[in-house]
């Protein structure tokens, strides 16, 4: 059976490890949770994903070790599963999302009428940009390293093993998305600028996966560090007026006394991500955009099982969160004035209902 850590401090979810809130140790999941194909009725409805199957949990403190060792697995794919196609939904109902955030933002912002998602064949930047492209209300364009490649990824489904995680790669209707070339380890700041032109938002969704264990620092420096100062540097240029930045709890550990907690030497032992990662929010708290910093905890690809925590920043050590809302979060910023220039961090609680979207940034 296999064994590996269920958690992530990138929007890919490779390279951090669950916290028990209780007892502050790694969590292992034993079986891969796997979720049903979405339902569309179902989730205009309740606002969450059908989901099947267990997942059995259990804490040690050797999976330090085994995450070690997990992260040097090559990147592997199981063939693609064909998924049952949903019929289309009236885009009466598809501005559903869009019109609920607007409701529960009386100090919104005029709302973008373009966005950009960096990163969008990530587990967490797919999420953003279907929630958007099901919206109808917001032109979505999704930000790849290879357009035809991704248009290919995005539309199969699959089971795919990245570092430390296993990932169920559902499918994406990118029907209405504009695929651009946006590669921010290798394009020029003018290159970037490019693909940005007319784009009122950017939500960036980058993040390194790890690999060659030898290159992880270059990898990390380059993505997470580099790559997020020139998109910041591009959208200054392009006249992006919003940018939310998907980044992890414990990237400023070391300014709060967390330098020494498991979460924060396991995370940073990963081409020392976190320092990377704070390295780019301070750059991007310097520009002078208007910026929302969502920094979730470990990040699972199962539906969400508790309420939204949003806390502080510098407040949370611990804790696991789904992709889904991470995603949800990330969205809702680009539509709510109080969300602007703030750092927010987010996990779930499954002792705690869902909170109103209206007390997300409050």
Known sequence: MLML????????GCCNVGMDQKGGWPIVVKEVKHTRALHI????????WEQGGTAQMARTRGGVFLLLGLCFAPLAFVPSVPEEKAPPVPVARRSLWTGALLLASPANAQAPQKVLVAGATGQTGRRIVERLAKDGQTSVVGGVRDVSKAQSELSKSSIAIRGAMIDEVKAVDTKGVELKSLDVAKDSVDALAGSLTGVDALIIATGFVPGNPFAMNAEAHAVDNLGTKALVDAAKKSGV?????????LTNGRGWGQENSPGFQVTNAFGNVLDEKL???????ASGIDYTIVRPGGLKASAPAGGLVVSKEDTLNSGEISRDLVADVSIAAIFDQRASNKVVEIIEDETKSQPSKDKWFA
């Open 241 to 249: 007026k919003k940018i939310v930045l998907v980044s992890s709890i």
């Open 5 to 12: 850590i269920a958690h992530g401090c990138c929007n890919h």
């Open 279 to 285: 390295e780019a929010e301070k750059y991007l708290r």
């Open 41 to 48: 009725q179902r989730w205009l409805k309740d606002r969450r």
